[in-house]
């Protein structure tokens, strides 16, 4: 089975731009949580999809958003985006909702400049 | 989301050795704590996890020991090699769910 699939791998974006970074999960694999990696703050949950509902969401502003697509890929957006946002991006996916057993991608890198 | 504390930060062991790593949690509804491994430009792999009915979970040169009472779990690898350094996370969620509190990871050298 192929993995977890994040594109772009790595992006650089300026201050008060937007950007979406894409997420294909494991085949067959329904659920998808995306996390904010930093040295600073490690790694935190941003939100979790499922059947294309959002069914847990952490503690981030509302420029942090999120979408599941009927096929379980999802997308997230950042938008007005703030210095503070770069980070590594990390999709995982899941075979259901309540196992914990996460399959990460290798992530998406953004710098904010 | 209710904090995990791990420590150390950073660990040095000779090739053959023993790693510990402890991670100490405050929220009793944890009762999910796996363990990631996640090397240099990769995503974090699950390496092993435990409930908590039980006090040890091993497989193969990987340990969890878990104190309930004390609401501390640790990993303990046996027979370091080199090719286990990585950085080592412990998480914890609730009814194991994929909401997962990670602690702030541990940095791992295995010296040849």
């Known amino acids: 089975k192929a993995g977890v699939t994040q594109t772009p791998r790595y992006l650089i974006k300026t201050r008060g731009q937007q950007v979406t970074l894409s997420c294909s999960p494991i085949?067959?694999?329904?659920?998808v949580s995306w996390y904010q990696q930093t040295p600073g703050q490690g790694l935190q949950f941003l939100f979790e999809y499922f059947s294309e509902t959002q069914r847990n969401k952490g503690n981030f502003p509302g420029r942090f958003s999120g979408r599941q697509f009927s096929n379980s890929r999802s997308e997230m957006n950042v938008s007005t985006l703030e210095l503070g946002d770069s980070a590594l991006y990390l999709c995982?996916?899941?075979?259901?909702?309540?196992?914990?057993?996460?399959?990460f991608g290798e992530g998406s890198r953004l710098t904010v400049l | 989301q209710q904090q995990v504390k791990q420590s150390p930060q950073s660990l040095i062991v000779q090739k053959g050795g023993i790693s510990i790593i402890n991670c100490a949690y405050e929220?009793?509804?944890?009762?999910?704590f796996p363990w990631y491994q996640q090397f240099p430009g990769k995503g974090p792999a699950l390496l092993i996890a435990i409930r908590p009915d039980v006090s040890e979970k091993k497989e193969g040169r990987f340990t969890i020991s878990f104190n309930k009472s004390a609401k501390q779990f640790s990993l303990h690898i046996m027979d370091s090699q080199p090719g286990d350094s990585a950085t080592y996370f412990c998480a914890a969620s609730m009814r194991a769910g994929n909401m997962l509190t990670f602690g702030g990871g541990t940095r791992l050298m295995v010296k040849p």
């Open positions: 929220n009793t509804a944890f009762d999910y």
């Open positions: 085949s067959g694999h329904r659920s």
């Open positions: 995982a996916s899941s075979s259901r909702v309540n196992t914990g057993e996460l399959f």
